[in-house]
């Protein structure tokens, strides 16, 4: 078959035939591209994907004027108590001199949560990011069953397999300006959840490693970067896998975007699925583990400098 890329650039794809009645061939070719896409590069672009030109450039314009209000301010949105170790806490954090990622972000959980901690500065943020992350849940659904038809699960497969949505977060990030010797805005990493959404900016800087190399994935308006996590990986026992990729700083100006992680319950279950391990006669090539405690293992690499040893989904694998 022959690949979706020729240049190995990572592939954006049309999503509006979903969102339109009839035409059921076209949906069908359409998730016939996702699908290879997340098998070739674990991630994708998409455009027409249902959130809106206006919603997506109001959050942005909003996003900078939050991020440019003095340090003072914004610390008033500074995270609540941590609580349980594996708990994420929302609100504002600027990474400290010593952190090996240098940006600062506004972590926001589940508008239905009552655990935010957000700004009424700029007027209409609130509105605008809770929009938003209701927006990007919908997105996600939809990947959802458009993967559930590429591997011939049966109908609402993947959205059964895990309905709790309280675990889905948003970072709002703005990354410094690139300083010499450095130049990461954000270190090689694997994104430790289902699927991951990225909205960035016009400036550019994400990159995703493919045979060996770092490849751009260049900004476009109106697209989300699709990107698809650990777990993933660990249910399809490696059929899709979770993309290296990172954030290399911007020389002369910040960089800004939105993240949105749709994650599983704390308390389900993780492995490979027989679909994918017995039912092929396949061994599988993780042991299982709940997702909270993976969660865990990972939060604390940034919670306890100076970053030692890092954990990512190897810790599990058979």
């Known amino acids: 078959m022959e690949k979706l890329s020729k240049n190995n650039n990572v592939p ?5 035939v979903f969102f339109r009645d ?3 061939e076209a949906k069908k070719a359409v998730k016939e591209k996702v699908g290879r896409a997340c098998t070739e590069y674990g991630c994708f672009m998409a455009k027409n994907h249902g959130i809106s030109a206006e919603l997506m ?9 939050f991020f440019d209000l003095e340090d003072e301010e914004k610390l008033k949105c500074s995270p609540i108590a941590a609580g349980p170790a594996w708990r994420i806490p929302a609100g504002y954090t600027k990474h400290p001199a010593h952190s090996p990622d ?4 506004l972590l926001m959980l589940a508008p239905q ?16 990011v809770e929009e938003l992350f209701e927006n990007f849940t919908k997105t996600g659904e939809l990947i959802l069953s458009i993967l559930t038809d590429y591997m011939d699960f049966p109908p609402n497969f993947l959205k059964e397999f895990n309905q709790d949505r309280s675990w889905d977060w948003m970072n709002i990030k703005r990354y410094f300006p690139a300083t010499e010797p450095d130049s990461v805005g954000i270190s090689s990493h694997k994104d430790g959840n289902a699927i991951t959404f990225v909205f960035q900016d016009d ?4 990159e995703l490693l493919k045979d060996g190399r770092y490849i751009p994935i260049p900004p476009s308006p109106g697209t989300l970067v699709c990107n698809l996590g650990d777990i993933f990986q660990v249910l399809t026992n490696e059929k899709i896998t979770s993309p290296l990729h990172r954030v290399v700083s911007p020389k002369g100006s910040s960089r800004y975007s939105f993240s949105f992680f749709y994650n599983m319950g704390g308390d389900k279950w993780i492995e490979p699925l027989p679909q994918f391990t017995t039912e092929i006669g ?9 997702f ?12 306890h400098p100076p970053y030692g040893e890092s954990v990512d989904i190897t810790h599990y694998a058979i």
């Open 203 to 206: 400036v550019g800087g994400l």
């Open 292 to 303: 909270k405690e993976y969660q865990a293992l990972r939060i604390r690499n940034k919670t």
């Open 102 to 105: 240098k940006n600062e972000h």
């Open 113 to 128: 949560s009552g655990l935010n901690v957000l700004p009424n500065s700029p007027p209409g943020f609130k509105d605008a």
């Open 57 to 65: 450039s109001r959050a942005m314009q909003l996003c900078r004027e």
């Open 12 to 16: 954006t794809i049309d999503l509006s």
């Open 22 to 24: 009839g035409d059921e």
């Open 282 to 290: 396949e061994p599988p090539k993780y042991k299982g583990f709940m």
